[in-house]
DNA sequence: ACGCAAGCGAGACTGAGTATCGTCTCAGTG
DNA sequence: CACTGAGACGATACTCAGTCTCGCTTGCGT
């Protein structure tokens, strides 16, 4: 079942023939373009058999995207490790784990960037996967609805808003040459969706405010608690309008 | 460069050849499936060769999805035929002319579901049209919120609902066997997305602030929620009511 | 030393998609 | 009517992705 490249041994002194063909893929792909290499040009590179690249690789797409079903499992182990409860943070922390795993590898993120930019059919592709992370979330979602009323709308609402705040982040990072961290305008991002959706869960309870939060990975929590308390209003009557 | 069978002429005595072709490949991959039929049995079945199949179609998913650029042009034409003043009323009526194509075609939409429920190359494929029409109304949302804050998020986070929006009231009516008029759940769905953002276009008119703050990844996210919790609402009732 | 299993190469095969060429039909023209 | 040129179709060959089978080697345990 688990193709054997899969598992990396990435501190092998030989690299591994997964590495050998991913980096014979890109190359090629680099140099003649996508439709014009062929899977024997790229086992010819890498100095193994046609044969072998589909062992590793189910097509010559997935050279491109390796650790993708490894990536779609995280995200679905980290949804299923949660209670309702924390069902917001668990959709934060998978969207951050699928960013982290971006910016993990910024050199190959952006090599990849690029080549999809050119080529239609990696576009397709790379929509493809993302559907699937947008169900996996939706599926969440709606579970942690269940019950509430429209809970299948708003699944599918958050859900898409969700991956299009990622989507919308790692791009900008990726434009910019994944020359910073991009979690903090994750985060923002995300506070983003969460402050919208937050807004018609309760419309009208009035004047009860909410409190969206959101760090930099270098503030301490103590100094991110004061900030949060800070904003907070202590008086209901003080209005000290925060807008950060 | 425009394929002769795009144009129909669906009143001819003699159905067209590109008539033939879409139903001999609905009928093959009904009865044996997709990829157990080849375009040469599409071809011999609609008693054309298999040359002319690929003049009427660029690759056998064409066939399942025909009118799809004409659908998204439609779209784009749409869009572009409106003000900044028109713009959430252009957004909602290229989504109905969207939905209202696959009403006009219930028969065919329903074929097409099923089948493309059991055929992942096909879903793919179908996911790579959405990325497409999410494109669109991105970049018309963009261009409408130019100027203004947080323009590029916001467009793709309304960008996505939109289009989310339309696949949920759509994938309900299929569901159903498009036995009822979807328009309706559609306006329903479509004013929710509109209202969702309404909030955020003036968060400041109204006296109910938000905060955003982001958190340490060290920080661990219970102890994060509950701070926020314990911040939250420090005056009423109480009811930490999480669940909405 | 003897299996024995896993990793790899070789080669055949199916089928999608492309390109080229030949044929036929039909419209317009003299 | 004969000629001509364009467009639609069929036939054929070709490239290449992806699948499958078989046979070889290497290494590991007994």
Redesign the pocket.
Known sequence: MDK?GTRDNGHMATPS?SHRLAEAAVALFDENGYDE????DIAARA??????F??YY????DAIFPDHDTLLAQVDARLRASTADTAIVAVSDAVRIVLAHYVADAEVSLRRYRLVGRVPALRDRENASVARYQRLFREFIGKWLAGTPDADLRAELMAASVVAAHNQVLRGWLRAGGTYDPSGPLDQALGYVIATFRHLERPQDGRDDVVVATFSRSASPLAVMEAIQGHLRPRPTGETGEKP
């Open positions: 054997p023939i290499t062929t899977v024997d100095g193994v058999s046609r044969s072998t589909f062992r189910r097509s010559k797409e």
